[in-house]
Every structure is written in C-alpha cells, then in structure tokens.
C-alpha cells in the first residue's frame, strides 16, 4: 500500500508563478485541500504552466495531478525540476499520459532540486482548463492489507423526508467511500513510518493512498482522509522485531 502524504507544495514558503489565471481560482488554489477550490488557467495562450519554487531542494517521491479537466485533445504534459529557474533542459523532464483521472509520476530515486514545473499545452488558446491539487512530496510504500482486511462502502448522505399523505421528498447531497483496511503483521520500521505520517496529517490533512500497486482492482489513487487516529496492538516479540496490527479507516474526498 502506498501513502502519498507530505506535500510539500503546502509549505509557508512555497511560492507558484504560473501563465495564466482566472482572477477568482488563483493558482494558489493548487495548496487547498478543497479540489472544488481549483486553479483555473485564462483563456488567451495554449501553453500553460506553473512553476513551484519550494525555496530550497527538496526530496520529491512522487507528482499527482487531481481533479482536472485536461483533454485528450490537450498535449505535452510534463513535470520538470531544475536547481535554477530555467526550463530549456532540465535534468528531471517527465513525459506524462492523460488519463481522466489523477495523473501520477512516482520516481524510482527520490528527486531532489528546489523548482518544480508543471506544463501542458491546451488544444486551443481559447479555452480553459482547471487543476484541483497538485502533489509533491513523499512516499510511503506500507504492507499489502487486501488479503488481511479490506471494507469500501458507498455513503449516501442525502436526506429523504415523507410527508403525511406517503409522498417522498428527496435533498440529494453528493456520495463519498469509506474504507477499512487492517494490517497484522507490522514490524518496529514501518510502525514508525505511520507514526511519523499519522502524527503530521491526523485527520485534518487529506493525503493520497493506493491500496495496490499490483492488483488492478485496487490500484486507483484515492483522495482521502483519516477519520480515526489508528491504534497499534501488540501482536509479538519475535527475535529480533516487535510485531504489531493495526486497523485504518478512510474517507474520499469529494
């Protein structure tokens, strides 16, 4: 299972500059949780980009795209990084595919430079396109819990009321997943892995998780948050770990 939790795009200062905006979704946007608060380009060029200066190298797992509108139609989509603000030959310039949902880089090597870009050129200068969240930052690759314990569940919050006579009236409110994942063979490492991921985000900070890399059922990139703080169980104490099990509950984001 893959954790994609410490963005650092969200830090005090991160600084964007990008090609063009809609005054009312600045590019700022891109460090809201809310993905319904997106940056929205102008319609006047075909190339857009946004460049991230994180004020300083840093480490750099993985690049997610979210909640975007991008078009087959729409070409050259990249995620770029330099040392310095220059953008003819950067060491790090990744070719991405669109796919309709979160478009995902994760790095063999962790990648390690101060400026970050993200371009693609619009199929015409005349429209717009709108990016929800970007990620970049670290990666946590945890044990595979879906043949230990795994639960999704659709949850429906719309409220349905009756009126005397038996008629149905219906406020229909947006569906959200829930998910339930147990672990029961954690060692000391990787209990201190979630530690140090739980005690950042808690369930204030939406992250990005994959359940598999592997198992085509399970390998979507999930927006969610924690809705409980997890508990770590002793299991046992082997000869040369501590093994724990842990359970995990998850909310989509919407």
Request: net charge negative.
């Amino acid at each position: 299972m893959r954790y994609f939790w410490n963005n650092l795009i969200d830090g005090s200062s991160v600084t964007f500059t990008e090609t063009s905006e809609d005054s009312e979704y600045p590019v700022e946007n891109l460090a809201d949780q809310r993905i319904g608060n997106p940056w929205k380009t102008g319609s006047t060029v075909a190339l857009e980009a946004v460049i991230i200066d994180m004020g300083e190298a840093v480490d750099v797992d993985a690049f997610i795209c979210h909640a975007h509108d991008l078009l087959d139609t729409d070409s050259v989509i990249k995620i770029q990084a330099n040392s310095s603000n220059s953008w003819g030959s950067p060491p790090v310039n990744e070719s991405l595919t669109r796919v309709a949902g979160p478009i995902v880089k994760i790095w063999d090597t962790t990648q390690s430079y101060r400026y970050w870009r993200f371009t693609f050129t619009k199929a015409s200068a005349g429209v717009a396109r709108s990016i929800g969240r970007i990620f970049l930052g670290e990666m946590f690759t945890a044990l595979n819990p879906i043949d230990k314990g795994y639960k999704e569940k659709l949850v429906d919050p719309s409220v349905v009321t009756e009126s005397l006579p038996g008629q149905i009236y219906s406020n229909t409110k947006t569906p959200w997943r829930e998910f339930s994942l147990n672990f029961d063979g954690i060692g000391n490492t990787e209990k201190s892995s979630y530690k140090t991921m739980i005690d950042a985000v808690g369930i204030h900070t939406a992250i990005f998780v994959q359940v598999s890399a592997t198992v085509s059922t399970f390998t979507e990139y999930l927006n969610v948050f924690f809705t409980e703080v997890p508990e770590f169980d002793y299991v046992v104490t082997s000869e040369d770990d501590v093994i724990w099990k842990m359970g995990i509950k998850l909310r989509e984001v919407k």
